[in-house]
């Protein structure tokens, strides 16, 4: 009892309030403290305190590869989410990441992503087998709708690089006369072979 009264006279005789009086102010004071700190927090504090997971890095905008083989542009399929989603069309590389929701795994074009698609294109194709840039046999039509996507896409993508021709592609990658030959002229007999190869 004697320490209250002590400490009553004390607030008192410094302040002129009342112990109640005194605690109220005070936890007024520091509530109005936190509020307005509260406000001048930085957003990296906030974003550093909340648990939200980090944004996926995503890849930067359409950078030149330059000469490729099939064999590279296939790593361009978006498996990897860090790497751009790349499509050719007759040769030429574009870079086709602002409609990944087309192209990006799961979207209804995903089997276009890093691949040679001018006969699946001039033929309005899903066929794996049509996922090359031989265009033997084609129709005057066929090529016209070619042309159409592919004036689509210069409008429509930045062109990123082109393809080294197959054949060097087919020697780069030390493929067998007989398979190289299946590539370059997938005929009605060779489609097996040329899935098989183009599937790996
Ligand atoms: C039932 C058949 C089909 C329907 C309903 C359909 C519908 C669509 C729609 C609504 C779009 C979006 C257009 C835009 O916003 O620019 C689109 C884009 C596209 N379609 Fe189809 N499509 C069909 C068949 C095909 C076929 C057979 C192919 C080729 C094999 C194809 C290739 C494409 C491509 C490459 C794009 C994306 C073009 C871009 O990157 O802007 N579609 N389709």
Do not use: C
């Amino acid at each position: 009892m004697g320490l209250f009264t002590l400490l009553s006279d004390t607030i008192y005789s410094y302040t002129g309030l009342s112990p109640v009086a005194f605690f109220t102010i005070l936890a007024l004071m520091v509530g109005i403290y936190h509020l307005v700190s509260g406000m001048f927090v930085s957003p990296e504090a906030i974003a550093a305190k909340t648990s939200l997971p980090p944004e996926p890095e995503l890849p930067p905008g359409p950078i030149q590869i330059g000469e490729v083989t099939l064999d590279e542009l296939r790593t361009y399929d978006g498996s990897d989410p860090k790497k751009p989603l790349l499509m050719a069309i007759k040769g030429n590389i574009y870079d086709v990441s602002r409609s990944r929701m087309f192209y990006g795994p799961g979207g209804p074009y995903a089997l276009f992503a890093g691949r040679e698609t001018s006969r699946a294109l001039a033929l309005m194709s899903f066929d794996h087998n049509d996922l090359t840039s031989n265009l033997d046999g084609l129709s005057a039509s066929e090529l016209e709708v070619l042309q159409d996507w592919e004036e689509k896409f210069k409008e429509k993508y930045v062109k990123v690089g082109h393809l080294v021709s197959e054949g060097i592609t087919n020697s780069d990658n030390n493929l067998d006369d007989e398979k190289a030959g299946a590539l370059q002229e997938p005929g009605p007999d060779t489609k097996s072979t040329v899935e098989s190869l183009e599937s790996k």
